[in-house]
């Protein structure tokens, strides 16, 4: 806990919505998150990860792999972003992706270590999403 503090991270576990096509690299992402004390939701792809902030809580932070099949990374970021203003990680094998993207891009491969420290500092500059409503 006391590596939450130092980030200015909050106490509670915020929702993160994980999303990656390789169904190995996103269950290790996930325990990586879900030991940090996060609150973890997985996708497979941009059209059920649009599926799962329909009928779940509302996120702290979009993961994002950009090459997917259908939709990729950036639109469902783009869907995401207009919706609710959360932020994103994107996360790429391929360098190349980085340009003109709407977040950070976290290159492949990294280690769950990583991961988790770019996750905190993320949520610590940007602070908690509010619901205008």
Do not use: W
């Amino acid at each position: 806990m006391a590596e939450f503090r130092q980030y200015g991270e909050q106490s509670s576990p915020k929702p993160i919505l994980l999303v990656d096509d390789n169904e190995q690299l996103r269950h290790i992402m996930a325990r990586a998150l879900d030991d940090a004390g996060y609150i973890v939701l997985q996708a497979t792809d941009g059209a059920e990860a649009l599926d799962v902030l329909a009928v779940g809580p509302q996120i702290q932070l979009l993961i994002t792999d950009i090459a997917m099949p259908g939709m990729n990374g950036i639109e469902l970021a783009s869907h995401c972003m207009a919706a609710s203003q959360v932020p994103v990680l994107f996360i790429s094998g391929n360098p190349q992706e980085s340009t003109e993207l709407p977040g950070p891009i976290l290159p492949k491969p990294f280690t769950p270590e990583t991961l988790v420290d770019t996750v905190k500092r993320l949520l610590a500059i940007m602070g908690p999403v509010v619901n205008p409503m």
